[in-house]
């Protein structure tokens, strides 16, 4: 059964940080394109982090130099390490997994970072 289970999310005070983990079941993550995207309240969904199965990373511009995406194939997992939080980072954060045809989603985790 494929599936991505998000863990890491709560409530953090602005300038704190937070760890995001997705752990991918019933599939190799390595071969996917893993990306974080998030959607907070009334707004679209948007992409905060991509990591390529080659190695390439792509930030959104708003979180450049605060966030850093990584994998780990031999668990499976990708993070999302979250520094300098602040309250426009308030969203839900779900973790994708893509590949040609092939598209997974994760439940979400929801951010809150007070100011």
């Not at 707004?43 to 850093?68: I, P």
Request: hydrophobic share 30%; charged share 20%; proline share 2%.
């Amino acid at each position: 059964q494929v599936q991505l289970v998000e863990s890491g999310g709560g409530l953090v005070q602005a300038g704190g940080s937070l760890r995001l983990s997705c752990v991918a079941s019933g599939f190799t993550l390595s071969r996917y394109v893993m990306t974080w995207y998030r959607q907070a309240p009334g707004k679209e969904r948007e992409l905060v982090a991509r990591s390529t199965s080659v190695g390439v990373r792509n930030y959104a511009d708003s979180v450049k130099g605060r966030f850093t995406i990584s994998r780990d194939n031999t668990k499976n997992t990708v993070t999302l390490q979250m520094n300098s939080l602040n309250p426009e980072d308030t969203a839900v954060y779900s973790c994708n997994a893509h590949r040609q045809t092939e598209d997974y989603w994760g439940q979400g985790t929801q951010v809150t970072v007070s100011s």
